[in-house]
């Protein structure tokens, strides 16, 4: 029996990781261990309760304040003195968080074969995303399984140099998510609320567009919703103070804007489920919404999963304000336009990337 370890810090991590461990614990062949960090700790929490996932260990280093240095030493202590205790045949990580970069390299360190989850992904500028590009690139030099979720992914590693044989295109873990959260009569008072009303869901957090750059996305949304009635925008707020901050400045007081606490995953995919369009800094939404039928427009200069912005789901529309208020104004008067976005086809996966990665790990461990 070989013994697989799975470890990740925040809520989008869980929610693709999830799926993936609960596929490797139907598995006898293998001994899954999970370790969380608690790099985000209320919202991972969330996200392991929605899947019914616990984990075996918990390094719980989230403090107030936390800089990326003291994550990136937490993280690599922890995770050296559990790698020499638990001794894995490999180690899964996911995505570009620092709990993915540090733990790989601990890893990496006491010789463990190292599994990314999601590799391949560029911008190929290491300041936007700001760390994730770096940690990404990073992980993918003493990455022993890559698991790219896209063609387009699988040929970025390739132009890098990797092994083709350690290289395997198994679709998005997050495509399989939807599959155990999403339901068909699902109710919800927020919901209600905008029931009469087209449905904005708005997400942004991402550390290159703290300040200004958030500032002209909201005025510029803001500019929207006041020249269309029948517009609602729920905004899940995330938890870092300064974007708490700036959404208060910006949309506090608006009739048709609320700002909600963060939304446990099964809410958060429901919700998008509901809604008439997306905007977002996010880069999982950009892999989930096409699946739910919903366009996207990304508030970023670049992103990573250019796959979506080709097959039409995805649209770039940066964080200039008035490109933001162009962008979101053409799709809510563009019917042809909505309908294109709407329908295409997902280039993201099938949902059984989880059931994928399992039958590679049994056949090459």
């Given amino acids: ?89 490999v180690l899964l990580v996911h995505g570009d968080t620092t709990t993915t970069f540090a733990s790989a390299l601990s890893a990496y360190y006491l010789g463990v074969p190292v599994g990314h989850v999601e590799a391949g992904l560029r911008t190929y500028n290491t300041r936007s995303p700001f760390p994730e590009e770096f940690n990404r690139q990073a992980v993918d030099i003493v990455t022993d399984f890559n698991f790219a979720p896209t063609n387009a992914s699988r040929d970025n590693l390739l132009r890098e140099g990797k092994r083709p044989e350690t290289i395997f295109v198994t679709g998005n873990t997050g495509i399989d998510a939807l599959k155990t959260t999403v339901r068909a009569n699902f109710t919800h008072p927020e919901l209600e609320w905008a029931a009469d009303s087209r449905l904005v869901m708005l997400t942004a957090h991402r550390r290159e567009n703290l300040g200004e750059p958030m500032r002209r996305i909201f005025r510029s949304i803001r500019r929207v ?52 369009l997306i905007l977002t800094d996010s880069g999982g939404i950009q892999e989930e919404a096409p699946s739910l039928g919903k366009p996207v427009l990304v508030l970023r200069d670049t992103t990573e999963r250019p796959e979506g912005v080709q097959a039409g789901t995805l649209r770039l529309v940066g964080t200039d304000e008035q490109a933001v208020y162009d962008g979101f104004r053409s799709l809510l008067t563009d019917r042809t336009q909505y309908e294109a976005m709407s329908k295409s086809s997902n280039p993201y996966g099938d949902g059984f990337a989880s059931k994928r990665i399992a039958d590679i790990l049994s056949e090459k461990l």
């Avoid at 919703?225 to 949309?251: C, G, R, S, W």
């Fill in 1 to 89: 029996m070989k013994k697989i370890m799975l470890v990740f810090g925040t809520r989008p991590e869980a929610i693709k990781m999830c799926p993936l461990v609960l596929e490797l614990r139907r598995r006898e062949c293998f001994e899954t261990v999970v370790c969380v960090t608690g790099q985000h700790r209320q919202m991972l929490d969330s996200a392991l309760e929605a899947f019914d996932v616990a984990p075996e260990y918990d390094l719980s280093i989230m403090d107030v304040n936390q800089t990326l240095f003291d994550i990136t030493q937490k993280v690599m202590t922890g995770m050296r003195d559990l790698l020499l205790s638990e001794k894995p045949d």
């Fill in 225 to 276: 919703v006041e020249e269309f009635p029948d517009i609602k925008v729920l905004y899940p707020v995330h938890m870092n103070p300064q974007v708490v901050q700036t959404a208060e400045d910006e949309f506090g007081g608006h009739p048709r804007i609320r700002l909600i606490e963060p939304l446990d995953v099964l809410l958060f995919h429901n919700f998008l489920a509901h809604s008439y």
